[in-house]
């Protein structure tokens, strides 16, 4: 059994017990003592097994275990499990005391080899379900002469040269399946008053006399079914369910059924997941996604189950399912978990659907290896050989039409490590800049503190009115819309200090005012200039230091202006300076700008 094939077996095994329950009831139906008191038994069957039939390990050969359903069980419900291998034929379930009978296995094919591949003579007393089996060249595949109820379900029915399906006495329901190659006759064949078939869901295309016959008054219903390239697609009396697509005209059609179609655009008989040969449609086709969902064909709400592959009818938020053995189902990404941080040899998981039917995960040239895989989710390693970076994701059907394509997206992060420089008392607004991760994306400050004025808002951006100059770092982190945030970055800012400079230490006092000639460099200044002195003074006998302010101004200049500032002498100034007889005449100008100390000189004053 191959890998994608196992993905699938969970899904048919929940079919094949919700099969087994319908045919308990039926069985009570028929004899209710044994149905009631029938217990399950499994039979193992291998193509070369000569055990006793009691296990996987220890197999018999089918022959041996049709035997022993049928003398062995005493009214018990029977399963036959089958490996995946050929068996040669003809078989043949004859009458015994079992209750029901199944035939199960992925990958296992009956070769009628010239006879009839399986026929079925057991009476009506017994229900026979046939799963995930491909049925082939035989002189007919399946021939029900004896009365009892069989169910096909996932079978392929191929090449058989007197037809396929032949049902002369009793029950045939036939769903999801393929009848496909057959000569001689119809490859589905009713034609006894007696007994009645239905096909539903199934695919029946290049048989050479005809797709289905129906005779003798007899019932033969068809729903939901896709016939193509028949020599003719009806013969006969057919019960329409609805539904059904074929290009040729000779099926009876109701409201939802189409004839004629030119465009159902099958594919040839090949392996596309799932234990027996399908034929693919692709969303060209005619019968892609016809059936509304919740709409009943026969008894069933038919997109509630799944194709003959075990790939789920509904997909996703599609609001219908296609006629035919097979659903188109290309993989939808709709997520990635962990999203915008996959590691080399680490695992992730795509979310979305039609992930369930052996999609294969590539990473550029590398398949990864799946470790999961359902409807809705698939998860995988990401390969270890992968070059660093991001890398793009292909997702390919097994039948090669399908593929999507994605990029890895890498984790977020603050790209940004240095601001441009803000100048003091001036407007700021700067935004940091992210790289990967999924926008939108949040921003915020872990560490240290912005000049005073500054603030960070959510959206990445820096701005305000910075009230003090000065170098500044802080630690800023991102997350995306994902909930992926980045490590702490450091980020500077360097707010410029203004440069003031003085022309000449050497002042003319005129008046009561001390003209200054100032420049400044780098940035807006704004400040204060002052001329103070150092005095001594005696108080009540002692001598006290002091500085007087002689003279001092507030001042404005742009960046690059040189401008003269005028120092008004203060009163307290003018009465040293008068009073003070032999006065130094050496002054201290003190120069500020942006709340620092930016230039200090010895000034002489005369």
Known sequence: MSGSDARLRA?????????????????????PGAAQAASPVTYYAASNGTG??????????????????????GGENVTID??????????????GTETALTL????????GSGGITLKVTASGALDVTLEDLTLENGAGNLDATGGATVDAVDDAFIDGTNGSIAVTSGKLVVKDSTIAGSSGAAGVVDDSSGTSASIYGSTITANTNGGVAEGGGAQLSLGADLLASNGGDCNGTITDLGYNYSDGTTCSGTGTSHRGESTLALGTLAANGGGTQTESITPTSAAYDVVPVGATVGTETFCSGSDQRGVPRAQGP?????????????????????RASLELGLPGTLIGYGLANGTIVKFGSTTATITSQSDGSLSFDVPLSLALGSQPITLTNPDGSTA?????????????????????DIAYSQALAVSGGAGPYTYALTSGALPVGLSLASSGVVSGTPTRAGGFAFGVTVTDANAVSSSSVAVSLVIATPVISI???KLRLSGTSLPVTLSCAGAPCKGTASL?????????????????????????????????VRLALTPSGSQVLKHVKKHSRKETLTVTAAAATTETSTALVS
Do not use: W
């Open 11 to 31: 899904n048919r095994s929940r079919r094949r017990l919700a099969a087994s329950t319908i045919l308990l009831a039926v069985g009570a139906l028929a004899a």
């Open 404 to 424: 999507v394509s994605f990029s890895t997206i890498p984790g977020p992060g603050v790209s940004t490590s240095l601001l441009t420089p803000g100048q003091y």
């Open 52 to 73: 006793d039939c009691s296990s996987a390990a220890n197999p018999c050969s089918l022959v041996t275990a049709l035997a022993h359903a049928a003398t062995d069980a």
């Open 503 to 505: 022309d000449s230490a």
């Open 532 to 564: 103070t002195e150092p005095l001594k003074t005696r108080v009540t006998g002692k001598v006290k230091s002091m500085t007087v302010v002689l003279a001092s101004v507030r001042y404005s200049l742009t960046s690059g202006q040189r401008d003269t």
């Open 82 to 95: 089958l490996a995946a291998a050929t068996y040669t034929g003809p078989f043949t379930i004859a009458p």
């Open 318 to 338: 599609a609001s219908a399912c296609s006629a035919g053995a097979y659903q188109y189902a290309p993989p939808i990404v709709s997520g990635v978990s962990p």
């Open 104 to 111: 199960a296995g992925d990958g296992a094919i009956l070769n």
